[in-house]
């Protein structure tokens, strides 16, 4: 085959494969769009059809309405939630995770299988036991009850080891020689070489807490203990066809994160084929 | 949702040639086990401790009031219960449905996006991992205005081309709310392969490929003899973690569904949180926990038997 007639259809191959993208592009960001818009839209409006496509008339009522129904307060156990289960499992994982890759100790290979094996059991297996646990310390219905199993999960530990594997053996072993506590070696030399996993596993972690919605179920339970994404299903069923406030909420409970995720969707890409591919 | 334990099968190799060179030092022992020591306590506390209480309370009668010990009759009594046995049905239709549909569309679209620039690049990815990001309380409020039967837009659509002149009951008639399902499923479903497989491709030996091609070979059979081959590692991890999440769908049934009609969209998942949360029958919720791990394990290994045979660990 000439390499013209392979580039002539290739090309329209190509072209018909990008059309075909972008209307599937369309069905993944209309929700999103429309969730948006429909947040400003008078509540009479989101039901109307055929559909109003922008809000011509915008309004704020639901945000008002949702801050009436304590969305602050869901907003601020989101955050509080989120970042400190995030600060926690990268306290958890680096010190963990640079041990298994670059130190030779007994037991090695048997924590780090034990740790992998965890990884691929459904987590909602042990979940009663969990709860009954959690309960008996007194954590039901309190912030800690969704943070504290969030930090037991291992994938943290496995992510970094991923990424400490790539740090040069004559680097930790100059360290040594020169006087360098573990701990000093930990903080001035893996922490600045693991960075951009330490930034993977950070954005991981706090956007899977802030969508962790199984475990914010089960957890908790009164009104003003509820997260944002919680705090907008129960509203789901409250107001079951008040499209306007919920939308106003789902825009509210996504916003946050999608920030998060832009800003940092490098280490985000990085980290994901980090984790899959072999290291 | 779990970016990657499949790397880690790989034997941690190299950690007996090194016993022999040297004893291992007791003074690195020590700090590793340091280091590992608030990992191993989450660890130890939140995921084995549940496991063995899960396991060991799966043959108890286990309510607020009774803890009997009945030996395997909640094992005996779940494949006599239809409910359960209709919700595995379900669940194994959900993902005997998404895992194809995940590879097959995610191949699809990074083979397309992977080649052009860095820009467009990262903007559909981006596009196809919104559902992930945004979580699915916030996918379910549109989507349950989509399929609401009489002002969600797809009934509208439909009956304003004349397909249909009865409004559809999509996730309350029988005969499609499992599909609804599986649609949503598969939105929020495709994000991390399309990431995975996009590096993928980048990561091929670009020399094989172009040598294929002088060789004459057309571009399918570049795809099905070269790259397909090649992008066999991610294949299987993509396959074995959407097996994963699908078995785990929980969160949209319960906002879109809640089982209905009829515990028609029921999942193992679903039932689980139903009997443990409202009915209370701990003992019958963790034998059902059990025989779902035991399950995807049982399909993980046949994915590794299936797409595993031509990868080196």
């Not at chain 2, 509208?156 to 004349?162: D, F, K, M, N, P």
């Not at chain 2, 319960?254 to 998942?269: A, C, D, E, R």
């Amino acid at each position: 085959m000439s390499s013209s007639r392979r580039g002539k259809r290739r090309s329209t191959g190509d072209a018909l494969a990008m059309v075909f993208l972008c209307l599937l592009s369309v069905v993944f960001i209309f929700p999103f769009y429309w969730v948006i818009t429909g947040g400003f839209k008078d509540q009479r409006l989101t039901i109307q059809l055929p559909p109003q496509w922008f809000p011509v008339k915008p309004t704020l009522s639901n945000y008002v309405r949702l801050f009436d129904n304590s969305a602050g307060v869901w907003l601020l156990n989101s955050v509080f939630t989120s970042l400190t289960a995030m600060l926690l499992v990268c306290g958890v994982s680096v010190p963990a995770g640079y041990v298994l890759a670059k130190k030779r100790f007994h037991g090695r290979s048997m924590i780090f299988a034990m740790f992998v094996a965890a990884m691929a059991l459904p987590k909602q297996v042990i979940l009663v036991p969990l709860v009954r646990l959690v309960s008996s310390w007194g954590f039901h219905n309190t912030l800690a009850a969704v943070i504290l199993p969030a930090v037991g999960w291992p994938f943290g530990i496995f992510l970094i080891k991923q990424f400490s594997q790539t740090i040069p053996g004559e680097i930790l072993e100059a360290a040594k020689i020169d006087g360098c506590s573990e701990l000093r070696t930990l903080m001035h030399i893996v922490v600045p070489m693991v960075k951009p996993g330490i930034g993977a596993l950070a954005i991981f972690t706090f956007i899977n807490t802030w969508n962790d919605y199984f475990m914010q179920l089960i957890m908790l339970n009164s009104r003003s203990r509820l997260t944002l994404p919680l705090g907008v299903a129960t509203m789901q069923q409250e107001f079951a066809t008040n499209y306007g406030v919920l939308m106003a909420g789902a825009t509210l409970a996504a916003l946050p994160i999608l920030i998060v995720f832009f800003v940092f969707q490098q280490y985000f890409t990085q980290g994901i084929t980090m984790g899959s591919v072999k290291g | 949702m779990d970016p990657g334990y499949r790397g880690a099968l790989k034997p941690t190799g190299g950690s007996s040639a090194w016993h022999k060179r040297r004893p291992l030092e007791l003074r690195e022992t020590l700090v590793s086990y340091a280091f590992l020591l608030p990992a191993l306590a989450f660890f130890g506390v939140f995921v084995v401790y549940p496991i063995l209480v899960g396991v060991f309370t799966s043959f108890f009668d286990y309510t607020m009031r009774k803890f009997d010990f009945v030996g395997l009759d909640n094992y005996i009594r779940l494949f006599g219960d239809k409910i359960f046995l209709k919700s595995m049905k379900n669940t194994i239709l959900l993902v005997a449905g998404a895992v194809p549909m995940v590879v097959i569309f995610s191949v699809f679209i990074s083979s397309t996006i992977y080649q052009k620039s860095p820009l467009v690049r990262s903007l559909f990815r981006g596009v196809f991992y919104l559902p992930v990001v945004t979580g699915t309380v916030s996918v379910t409020v549109v989507w349950k205005w989509i399929f609401d039967p009489f002002s969600g837009v797809l009934n509208w659509v439909l009956q304003s081309a004349g397909l249909t002149d009865q409004p559809i009951m999509w996730l309350g008639d029988r005969r499609y709310a499992l599909w609804a399902i599986l649609a949503v499923l598969f939105t929020t479903s495709i994000g991390q392969p399309v990431v995975l497989y996009t590096a993928a491709l980048g990561n091929l030996d670009k020399s094989q490929i172009e040598a294929a091609e002088i060789d004459g070979a057309s571009d399918w059979q570049v795809f099905r003899y070269v790259k397909w081959p090649g992008m066999m590692p991610t294949t299987l991890y993509v396959a074995v973690i959407t097996t994963i999440n699908s078995f785990q769908c929980f969160s949209l049934i319960q906002l879109l569904t809640s089982g209905g009609p009829n515990y028609n969209t029921s999942t193992v998942m679903y039932l689980l949180y139903e009997r443990a949360f409202k009915l209370m029958q701990f003992g019958y919720a963790n034998a059902m926990g059990v025989v779902l791990a035991v399950v995807i394990g049982i399909i993980s290994i046949l994915q590794f038997r299936v797409f595993g045979s031509n990868v080196e660990y």
